[in-house]
């Protein structure tokens, strides 16, 4: 009586199960990009490959101007830009909103900061934003979804770390 009443159940547990694996791959894990060949557009309107862009500590920030997160976030990485540009980071943001709103970001930050577009965050596997890439010499060392404490130089330093 006892195993046929878990029988009963079963398929339930290994739908529910299914969902929370497919949530958990789709919208909390970063997933792998080759950014040494990702095509951005920049301001100008040229296409070229991200990696034409990349210096040795770069984290690529996805993010998107309608995201509450993501306006937090670039807020806190303005305060902290001249301590991550002293350490030889170099933040280059990347989203798929038009040119028009990608502009009161470029505006607010500091002059090297690079903003590009990609065609389309769901076509380069991001559906959480904002999602950060740490990478060293175009290697992924880091990477988090969600916002990331930019306050935390040391922690940010780390991330670089292979």
Known sequence: MKGSHLKKYLPYVVIIAGLLAFYHFRYRSAPAINFAELMVTQQDGNTIPLGSMMKEKCVIHFYASWCGPCIREMNELRTEWSTLRDEGIQIIFLTDDPENRIQPFRKQMPDDALFLQIPSLQDAGIYTIPTSYFLLNQKITSQQVDPVD??????????FKQ
Request: proline fraction near 0%; aromatic fraction near 10%.
């Open 150 to 159: 930019w306050k935390n130089h040391e922690e940010i330093i780390n991330r």
